[in-house]
């Protein structure tokens, strides 16, 4: 599975003994330092006979930031955790393997996470001034001066080091000129000046290729960045043989204080695209070859001239038509190298071909009379996959519990389980990749000792490497780079023991849209997401699930609420129906699995069950609506589980359409080597668009958890203010209760500090975080919500501001981190800083210690 997490209360003892533990840790790292263990200096023995270097800063850099110059410089202080003076972690960690008192493999290993004494060096010293003065004359500051100066400190053996910058007046650009491109045409020209890393003040129709520079500073780097535009832009514009060496920039300096710079081009000739030769080899020795040509569309020439020939060898499933679908030019059109590539990302795209190059042929140019451009040939070289795969795997995994909203604490399941995969990776020819997926699982608590729940999951989908007929008109609208469509059908059938609810079966129906706008920009659209389920209460249920929602009838205690008692049921006894149309739109930079830089965003908006109400309105019952639909399963619930069910609609489809909304902000910052801050901000809202006051409980929100707000337990949290079980008289419940009724409406934030601590320890790097997090989920304006406490606002569970402000639920904490190269597994302890609940369960109302106010959390990956 890709994530899971676990929640756990601590005792007091093992806090006691980590903070024992990691207290005599502390102690031996700076017992190996001499510095950390002599405050005053007077017996304190030097890490080397070169001093070490404290601390390094720069003056004079009214230009650019100092980290900016820092990272030219190789002079650096020893790193601190969390930039705290004289916290050098890293290098105590050094000089205790050093030491030697751990023995040898230990030592080793801790001098490979750790980091030796920053030391002072004189050669580096002087190379840095020369790096810093060459950095500042590329970016147009000619007469800039660089010193440096090592002051001494307090102790002998360490100094601060300080370079001092001198960056004279700055150079500009004054005017622009390209020479060599008057062939191109005026919107051509228009558009390469337009679109200029120099930044144009203005363009004169009568001379567009000389232009004046907009107050822009001379530099180097934006010279090289300006020639590697311009060999993009004449690539695509049908100068297919021009390169680095064809673009030269001659700078003059009419005056002190600024340049002009001449831009000399050699673009050779313009090419059109000739015909198209693709070889294709498979790994099917028996297979005969193939040769077919294409009938494509070419742009105002014969086929002779600008022909596709597609060569299949060794390979007897793969068609021609996956070539002429990744095929994004026409032949005999200007030769454009993006186009070219579009059409390699196409190919690969697909997951059919292991290998795939395409190469130009200068030498086979051919000249038609009558047309000035020459046409250029191209080769496509391909090699195909294996086709069919089949992989076993067993996992463990994690089940959200429903929970236990009567007690303080939430079963958590555990399990084990088996798969099976196969996957034909040209099911039809034209790159379509077929996967079957089954898997069984059995899971128990963490205070169970029999197996509480069993679980049996088939999947399988189909992935076509193009849109549906209907829906290839995106792929012009939006100029996709990529584009794909994926069917899928699953069916699940479970038992919970502990509930005493069988789910005798669910099935869903996808259709997904996957269109890559960018790299880092992607849409899916789901056109059709279908999903039914039939779970049936077996003669446990009240005994093992509704006494300890709704209390024992004569004790009183869980939920009283009539109207939510009735919403519980339905929720987990009625078959329902689902349908959603959705659409997604993401962009991300970060890496999925270290997130130290970079972004994720998300935002998405769907509407659901339209078509059951089409189908209620028009078909079943012409006329009126019921929100029900007929049951294909007949009575869901057993007659003898209790009589709150009574009044359900036994056996019939019920739907709920609705309108959902989110927005997912996730940032990361790299503050240093191995210190990321992150933070993430999420909101959603989620309304009924009919005469039913809820929504599906498949679309509602939760709060809690180990990937959400850390101090309380998975699904804990919220709604508002409210308590879902009744107190005694006055006296308002207390401890975590489980929303098992969810929100429609949710907040949250976090923000983390990441830092590497130990670096190669067991074959990764450990690290330290420390966290804040903060949100909560609440009844929409047409939820009926809770009865509530009048004399206590936001008891009722809905949204109110700015009530809802103060009852945003506050945790902190401090967490655990081990990086493995395809693993990070996380441990976080995390403290109730506000509780908005009457429990008032948060460290300021009761105390760090007690075990209402933590919990401890346990996952897979990070935690956003």
Request: net charge neutral; proline share 6%.
């Amino acid at each position: 599975m890709n994530s899971f997490s676990v929640v756990r209360r601590l005792s007091p003892g093992p806090v006691r003994w980590l903070l024992v533990i990691g207290m005599a840790v502390l102690w031996a790292c700076v017992a190996a330092d001499p510095v950390a263990a002599q405050e005053d200096g007077t017996t304190a023995q030097p890490d080397s006979v070169a001093p070490v270097v404290r601390s390094v800063s720069i003056t004079g850099n009214s230009f650019f930031s100092d980290s900016e110059l820092k990272r030219r410089i190789r002079t650096e202080p020893n790193r601190r955790i969390l930039s705290i003076p004289g916290l050098t972690w890293w290098r105590w960690i050094y000089q205790l393997g050093d030491s030697g008192v751990l023995g040898k493999r230990v030592g080793r290993a801790l001098k490979e996470s750790g980091e030796p004494p920053a030391v002072l060096d004189s050669t580096s010293l002087r190379d840095d001034v020369e790096r810093l003065r060459l950095f500042y004359e590329q970016q147009g500051f000619r007469d800039a001066a660089v010193a440096v100066e090592v002051r001494s400190t307090e102790r002998p053996d360490r100094v601060r080091v300080l370079f001092r910058v001198d960056a004279g007046r700055p150079t500009y650009v004054r005017h622009v000129r390209y020479d060599g491109l008057d062939m191109l045409a005026a919107a051509e020209k228009r558009r390469l000046v337009e679109d200029a890393v120099i930044e144009p003040g203005s363009v004169s129709d009568d001379s567009l290729l000389v232009y004046q520079a907009d107050d822009v500073r001379y530099s180097k780097p934006k010279l090289l960045e300006e020639r590697g535009r311009l060999l993009t832009f004449l690539r695509n514009e049908g100068y297919a043989a021009i390169s680095r060496d064809s673009i030269r920039a001659i700078v003059y300096q009419p005056a002190p204080d600024s340049f002009d710079v001449t831009f000399r081009v050699r673009p050779g000739e313009r090419y059109r695209f000739g015909s198209l030769y693709v070889g294709i080899e498979g790994v099917e020795p028996e297979a005969p070859p193939r040769t077919d040509t294409l009938d494509v569309e070419t742009k105002g020439v014969d086929g002779s001239i600008a022909s596709v020939v597609v060569d299949i060898r060794e390979d007897s499933r793969i068609g021609t038509g996956v070539v002429r679908r990744a095929l994004q030019y026409e032949p005999g059109d200007v030769y454009d190298r993006s186009k070219v590539l579009a059409t390699k990302r196409r190919l690969e795209g697909t997951g059919v071909f292991t290998f795939t190059n395409i190469s130009t042929a200068f030498e086979d140019t051919v000249h038609v009379p009558g047309i000035e451009d020459p046409f250029l040939p191209l080769r496509i070289d391909a090699r195909t996959r294996n086709r069919h795969r089949v992989r076993a795997e067993t996992f463990v995994l994690q089940r959200d519990p429903t929970g236990d909203p009567t007690t303080t604490a939430i079963q958590n399941e555990f399990g084990v389980g088996v798969g099976l995969t196969y996957e034909n990776l040209n099911a039809f020819g034209g790159g379509e990749t077929f996967r079957v997926n089954t898997s069984g699982s059995v899971a128990t608590g963490l205070d169970s000792t029999i197996v509480t729940s069993a679980q049996f999951e088939a999947t399988t989908s189909l992935t076509l490497p193009y849109l549906l007929r209907p829906f290839r008109f995106f792929e012009s609208v939006y100029d996709l780079q990529n584009a794909r469509t994926r069917l899928s059908l699953s069916f699940l059938t479970a038992r919970r023991n502990d509930l005493g609810l069988l789910i005798r079966g669910r099935g869903s129906a996808r259709m997904r849209l996957e269109m890559e706008h960018t790299p880092t920009l992607v849409s899916l659209v789901d056109v059709v997401d279908v999903s039914l389920s039939n779970p049936d209460a077996l003669p446990q249920f009240e005994e093992r699930f509704l006494r300890r929602v709704f209390g024992d009838p004569d004790g009183g205690g869980g939920i009283t609420d009539p109207v939510q008692r009735t919403q519980i049921l339905e929720d987990y006894t009625q078959p329902q129906v689902n349908t959603a149309l959705r659409y997604t739109l993401r962009s991300a930079t970060a890496n999925p699995l270290r997130r130290e830089q970079g972004h994720v965003y998300e935002a998405a908006a769907e509407v659901g069950n339209l078509i059951p109400l089409a189908l209620d309105r028009f078909a079943f019952t012409p006329g009126q609506v019921e929100y029900s639909l007929p049951g294909l399963f007949g009575s869901s619930s057993d007659s003898s589980t209790s009589d709150a069910a009574d009044g359900l609609q036994g056996g019939r489809l019920i739907y709920r359409p609705y309108a959902r909304a989110t927005l997912d902000i996730r940032r990361y910052y790299p503050l240093s080597r191995g210190t990321t801050f992150a933070y993430k901000v999420f909101g959603g809202a989620s309304i009924p668009i009919a005469d039913p006051d809820r929504v599906p409980f498949d679309r509602r929100f939760f709060s809690g958890g180990a990937t959400s707000v850390r101090g309380w337990e998975l699904r804990a949290l919220g709604p508002g203010g409210a308590s879902l079980v009744a107190g005694d008289g006055n006296q308002a419940a207390t401890g975590d209760i489980a929303n098992i009724l969810g929100g429609d409406i949710k907040f949250e934030t976090s923000a983390e500090l990441r830092t590497v601590v130990f670096r190669n320890i067991l074959g990764g790097n450990w690290g330290f975080a420390t966290f804040v997090d903060a949100g909560n989920v609440w009844f929409g304006p047409r939820n009926p919500g809770l009865s509530g406490d009048t004399s206590r606002p936001g008891t009722d569970g809905r949204f109110r501001l700015p009530e809802a402000i103060g009852e945003l639920g506050v945790g902190s904490g401090l967490g655990l981190r081990i990086m493995w190269e395809y693993l990070v597994a996380r441990l976080d302890y995390a403290w109730k800083i506000h509780d908005p609940s009457p429990a008032e369960t948060d460290v300021f109302r009761r105390s760090f210690g007690t075990p209402e106010a933590r919990v401890l959390h346990f996952g897979i990956g990070h935690t956003f």
